[in-house]
């Protein structure tokens, strides 16, 4: 990761905190992981790429400081609600109570209508928004006793393009954010703040290699208002700000980092 520019914003109140990032080893996902742990949280991924975990957390625990620790990566496969509440519990041990969770992972793999078969809705689903439920559900308590927390969901501005080809994704994505203001409701009695991240087209290294094509470079270009590349680093610091204290009065909230495309 290139230096934090000194001209970004730091957040002092997210020093120490347990912060839990879901599918985290790569894309959007590792910028999330970079940058929460340059604000000195304790940050903790889960992923199935064992292999580029263990190297994000190499690479960012190399040549610590005394007193601050490596991102802890765990192999969790989050269709499996009970492998996640365990990979929770782990943290919660290692790291203390998780009050941060940023719900990030999800596949948004390409399937026509006619090819989608009741278990590939169901494992569709599962990948794209059920893990993002069970995830908080199992952070709650945590939160409670800690007087507050933020959850922030994944969320995309595809469905709201009237996008095609991948309509279980479209789906899940569109209810993320329903699920983000039910979430908000119940739980703001509590401290808990409940958000939506909603990004656009992110020039992640997989969009490039299987998505993006000349037809995609100018539907950017005609879609986004600002001319320019949309990065991970983009989302990473609108999360910062979501988890910080500096947006205590926010939640129920949908925060599009997209360019100006919708």
């Avoid at 304790?42 to 292999?51: S, Y």
């Avoid at 401290?191 to 490039?208: D, S, Y």
């Amino acid at each position: 990761m290139a230096p934090i520019s000194k001209s970004l914003a730091s957040y002092p109140s997210l020093e120490g905190k347990t912060v839990l990032i879901t599918g985290g080893a790569t894309g959007i996902g590792e910028a999330f992981v970079e940058h929460f742990f340059d604000q000195n949280a304790k940050v903790a991924l889960f992923d199935i790429d064992t292999n580029a975990g263990e190297a994000l957390a190499d690479r960012l625990g190399a040549n610590l400081p005394p007193g601050k620790s490596r991102p802890m990566f765990l192999n969790v496969d989050l269709t499996d609600i009970d492998a996640l509440r365990k990979g929770i519990e782990d943290v919660r041990a290692a790291l203390g109570a998780i009050t941060v969770l940023v719900n990030n992972a999800a596949n948004d793999k390409r399937h026509a209508i006619e090819d989608v078969t009741p278990e590939s809705y169901d494992a569709g689903i599962a990948v794209n928004i059920r893990h993002q439920f069970f995830a908080a559900q199992a952070v709650i308590d945590d939160m409670k006793r800690a007087g507050g927390g933020s959850i922030i969901n994944l969320g995309s501005i595809s469905w709201m393009l009237k996008q095609g080809n991948f309509p279980v994704y479209t789906t899940s994505k569109s209810a993320v954010q329903g699920m983000t203001r039910g979430l908000a409701r119940d739980l703001g009695k509590f401290g808990i703040r409940v958000n939506t991240l909603v990004p656009g087209w992110v020039m992640t290294e997989k969009q490039k290699r299987l998505w993006l094509d000349d037809a995609g470079r100018e539907a950017i270009k005609q879609g986004q208002c600002i001319d320019a590349e949309l990065m991970p680093a983009h989302l990473a610091r609108a999360a910062l700000f979501l988890a910080s204290d500096d947006s205590s009065m926010i939640t129920a909230q949908d925060m599009i980092v997209d360019g100006g495309w919708v």
